[in-house]
């Protein structure tokens, strides 16, 4: 069954803004919605959900939410706050814990980007988009990738200079990441969800906005964290 709101012809136009909403570099387009697991039957200037995945309903809801119906901070705040909490489990019980410094330097192909131990501390590659195949990464460059954006964003909700890639130092565990996400739990029960941040896109976007893309982003990083683990011990068994 789908939710009512899912299943209702709408205008088009009521599509494309929350697609927004879930993307904050515009999303992609009605003919692309599939990739979130829902799939659209188009009428003229209306359309409506023929089928949609689990996946597909949750991104959805949380679109409809963050959009228009939770109005106050305390909503917003309540729900970025809960899906923050349920990563962070994952993260405490099946992540940071299991990483050591053999393992988070295992290399899973010889085209890859990692870190590198100099005089001033642990210093990451950076991949060169322009030239495919894009390389793997190691466990240690996602660490230190999950430091440095972490890191940077607190940095520019406080209205402070951002940091550039080239300038972080990974420091060369996991407490790192415990540290940020303290401070980020500070600022997100403090921060105005709706104060303008200067961030990653073109505009400023909302502190509320940069807050869900910070619970994407660490989500999306913690499973490719996880499958590099899996895939080293496989490999060893």
Known sequence: ??????????????????????????????????????????????????RVSAAGRWAWRLAIALDEDMDSDADRRLLLQRQLNIIWRFAEEFVLDKIDERLALWEPSTNVCTVHQCDDGWVADWPDEDNPPLPEVTIAWLLWHIEWWWSDTISRINGQPPTEPQEHRWSGGTAQIATLKQHWDELLGT?????????????????????????????????????????QTNRDA
Do not use: C, Y
């Open 191 to 231: 921060t105005d969800l709706d104060d303008p941040v200067d961030w990653l896109t073109p505009d400023p976007q909302p502190a509320w906005f940069v807050a869900s893309w910070v619970n994407v982003e660490l989500t999306k990083n913690l499973a490719e964290i996880n499958q590099l683990r899996m895939r």
């Open 1 to 50: 069954m789908l939710d009512p709101d899912l299943g209702a012809e709408q205008p088009k136009q009521l599509f494309e803004q929350r697609l927004k909403t879930l993307s904050p570099f515009g999303g992609p387009t009605l003919h692309q919605l599939h990739t979130f697991g829902v799939h659209l039957v188009s009428t003229g200037a209306h359309a409506r959900v023929k």
